[in-house]
């Protein structure tokens, strides 16, 4: 199946991965904010103990950490999108830039790969056909064999069906 082509068929299967972010935009407002005023008071200080070239320093850290606060709250827009038909497993992955790429495979051979129990940096792993993809890398181990569990019920449940319906099996 390649890369491109379009599956159409019930959706089995859906679900959204999403890397975790600790806070949203408004509570690092309210973090830059604390800081900024911490800042000022400190610059103040300084400025008055007639140490006036440490204020510019002060407000390149505030304005760091609002950038690095910024980027965490990027690279928190990226997700991976698994959908599951009889015909095909497509994972939609999409960078925190907006760049998607599509990945599709055959159910019947697909394998799932995940150590068990996993470890913190144990990937799961799609594979099929000498062709292997790495999703949900930004979860963690329960959840991501949560998600390993569950794929392979559901892979079990689509190829048995489609062997029942083409009158393979009992």
């Known amino acids: 199946m390649s890369v491109g082509q379009r599956v159409s068929g019930p959706v089995v299967f859906s679900a959204v991965l999403r890397p975790h972010r600790s806070a949203g935009a ?23 103990a007639g140490a006036w070239p440490i204020a510019p320093f002060l407000g390149l850290e505030l304005l760091l950490l609002a950038l690095a606060f ?33 990945h599709a495979f055959p159910p019947h051979w697909l394998q799932v790969n995940l150590d068990e129990p996993p470890e913190r940096h144990t990937p799961l792993e799609l594979r099929s056909h000498g062709r292997s993809l790495v999703i949900g890398s930004f979860l963690l181990p329960d959840e991501r064999l949560r998600i390993a569990r569950t794929l392979r019920r559901e892979l079990g449940r689509v190829t048995t069906a489609a062997g029942r319906s083409r009158g393979e099996g009992c």
Not at 26 to 48: E, H, K, Q, Y
Not at 80 to 99: C, F, M, Y
């Open 26 to 48: 408004s509570a690092n407002r309210t973090v830059l904010m604390i800081a900024g005023g911490f800042l000022f008071a400190v610059g103040c200080a300084f400025v008055a």
């Open 70 to 102: 910024r980027l965490n709250q990027r690279a928190g827009r990226a997700f991976e999108a698994i959908n599951l038909t009889p015909q095909a497993l497509t994972v939609s992955r999409v960078d925190h830039w907006g760049k998607r790429t599509d």
